[in-house]
Every structure is written in structure tokens, then in C-alpha cells.
């Protein structure tokens, strides 16, 4: 194959990279509409307290609903707007429709919201918060922000900064996936999180040795800091048996609830919150 690449060879190339970049294009024209004519919508899905076993909360997931190729998950978009911008727009729609449909749940359960670390260098991001919360009436408290390891690839001022006035306006900062990306105990001293979320490969590895293993070391590094953990991607009575008794405090999973629409969330809540 090396030797037909000639000229030829990089004009297939091209194509194929113009090909690639134009659907991207198109794909980004087609979000920038989703967004503004709400063709967005949210699942949510349900996290067990452990032991105690009530819904203490819901993780609010983002899918689109594409008029031709259906239900879109979210790993197929969220990508394509934090390099393209949109995730701003995005997220501020996430925000706002999560705490909408949060006010109408019981008082005790809580709403996890996922942000991008990219929707932190947004100057207006802590007013988008605000906004959220005042607009739907939800007490800051209620409010739980996801944010993955990578926040940490620049470990900078202002990214912590922006965590901790988050956190002044009441709302608790999650740490989520932990132990897949640029996890360091340095940046667990550095910012004080309300909640680390185990990665759902840890979970899954369940009940293998290593797997076990880390979960436990995790678990008591958490106890050891004061910090809750939950653990994700629970799929089996088998991962949950040993989780309880590792000491966990969350869980979220299939074997406890799928992402739901919210008319379903609120049934669950009726019985399980
Ligand atoms: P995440 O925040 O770690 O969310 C958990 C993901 O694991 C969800 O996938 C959920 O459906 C899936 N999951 C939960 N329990 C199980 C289980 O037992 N087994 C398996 N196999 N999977 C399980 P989903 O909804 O496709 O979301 C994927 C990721 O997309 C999320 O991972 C999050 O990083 C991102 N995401 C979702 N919604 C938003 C959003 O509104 N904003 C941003 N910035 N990112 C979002
Ligand atoms: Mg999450
Ligand atoms: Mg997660
Ligand atoms: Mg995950």
C-alpha cells in the first residue's frame, strides 16, 4: 500500500479528510440547530444511598433526537461541541432544563449535572449556574456538578478558582470517573471535592482481584479524606454485594436504573426516593 502512495495516494487522502471534516461540519450546523429548537432532551438515571437503598439522586444525561438517525448518545456529540463551541450552549441548556425538572422532585434528591471543563473557561459559566438555579427555584444544595479528571490537564489557578466560588454558591462538586484519566492524590489535597465517582471500568472488573483491589484502596483514601464515593456501572448483584461491602456509598448502574425520560424518573422517585 505504501508504494501506490504517489500523488494519488495523497488526493485519496484528501478526500477522505475532506469527507471526514465536512460531515463534521454538517453534523456541528445540524447540534447548533438541536440546541436552539430544543430537539435535546434529558434521561435520568437514578443513584442508590448504600446501605439505606433510596434514590438520593439522579445523574441528568444529555441525548439528541435526530429526526433521521434517531436517539443519539451522547459520546457522539458532546466531542464535536467541546471542539467546535457549542458545548456552551449546550451546557447552559443542560443546566437549565436539569434544575427545571429537579424542583419538581422530592426535596431530599439531588441533581448531578456533567460539565465539560472546557464550559469553565467560559467568563459567563458561574451566572449560567446562577441563572439555572434562580430561574427553576432549586436550592443550590440540590445541585451536584460532574467534572472528569481531565479539569486537571491544566491544573490552573483559575480552574480551581472557578470550582470554588461554584462551591460558595452552594452547589457540591463531583469528581467524576476517577482513576481513568490524570488522576493524581496531588490534585485530590489541591481542591477538595464533595464526591468521587469510581470509574465504571473499575466496577465492571468486579469481582477480579485487581479490580477489587484498587476500589478498596480508593474507597479508604476517600474515607480517609471524608469524602464520599460512589461507584458506576453497576450491572450485577455480584459488583453490588462486594461494593456494600467495600464500604461504598453510591451506587448507579443498570441493575438499579437506566437512564429514564423524566415522566419515568418522577414514577421511581414516587416509590424510591
Ligand atoms: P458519565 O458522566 O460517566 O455517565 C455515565 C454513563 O454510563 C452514561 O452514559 C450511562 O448511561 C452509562 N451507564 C450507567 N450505568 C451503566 C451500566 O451499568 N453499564 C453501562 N455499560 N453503562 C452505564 P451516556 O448517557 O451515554 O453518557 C456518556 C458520557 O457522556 C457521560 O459519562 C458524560 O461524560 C457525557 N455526558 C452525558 N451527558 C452530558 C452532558 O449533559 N454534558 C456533558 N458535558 N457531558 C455529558
Ligand atoms: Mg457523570
Ligand atoms: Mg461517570
Ligand atoms: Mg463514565
Redesign the pocket.
Known amino acids: 500500500r505504501a508504494k501506490s502512495l504517489g500523488r494519488n495516494g495523497f488526493q485519496f487522502f484528501d478526500a477522505d479528510l475532506r469527507d471526514e471534516i465536512q460531515t463534521r461540519a454538517r453534523l456541528g450546523n445540524e447540534l447548533r440547530a438541536a440546541i436552539a429548537g430544543n430537539a435535546l432532551t434529558l434521561?435520568f438515571?437514578p443513584l442508590y444511598s448504600m446501605p439505606g437503598n433510596r434514590i438520593s439522586a439522579c445523574?441528568?444525561?444529555?441525548r439528541w433526537h435526530h429526526p433521521e438517525r434517531g436517539m443519539i448518545?451522547?459520546?457522539q456529540f458532546?466531542g464535536l461541541a467541546e471542539e467546535n463551541g457549542l458545548?456552551h450552549d449546550?451546557?447552559e441548556w443542560?443546566l437549565r432544563a436539569a434544575c427545571l425538572e429537579a424542583a419538581g422532585w422530592p426535596e431530599q434528591v439531588r441533581i448531578a449535572?456533567?460539565?465539560?471543563p472546557i464550559?469553565l473557561r467560559n467568563p459567563r459559566f458561574l451566572s449560567i449556574v446562577e441563572g439555572a438555579l434562580a430561574g427553576s427555584g432549586l436550592a443550590p444544595a440540590r445541585l451536584e456538578v460532574?467534572i472528569?479528571e481531565n479539569i486537571f490537564v491544566q491544573n490552573s489557578a483559575t480552574n480551581r478558582d472557578i470550582l470554588h466560588r461554584l462551591g460558595q454558591i452552594g452547589c457540591s462538586i463531583v469528581l467524576?470517573?476517577f482513576g481513568t484519566g490524570y488522576s493524581s492524590l496531588g490534585y485530590l489535597r489541591s481542591f477538595r471535592f464533595q464526591k468521587i465517582k469510581i470509574d465504571?471500568s473499575f466496577v465492571q472488573e468486579l469481582p477480579e482481584r485487581g479490580a477489587a483491589g484498587i476500589i478498596r484502596a480508593i474507597i479508604s483514601l476517600a474515607q480517609s479524606m471524608d469524602i464520599p464515593i460512589t461507584a458506576?456501572?453497576?450491572?450485577t448483584q455480584d459488583q453490588w454485594a462486594h461494593l456494600n461491602e467495600l464500604g461504598c456509598n453510591q451506587v448507579?448502574?443498570?441493575?438499579l436504573g437506566?437512564?429514564q425520560p423524566s415522566e419515568m424518573i418522577r414514577q421511581s422517585l414516587l416509590t424510591h426516593a
Open positions: 434521561h438515571q445523574e441528568a444525561l444529555v448518545p451522547p459520546d458532546v458545548i449546550l451546557g443542560v449535572v456533567n460539565v465539560s464550559q460532574e472528569t467524576d470517573d465504571r458506576e456501572g453497576v450491572e448507579q448502574g443498570f441493575l437506566r437512564p
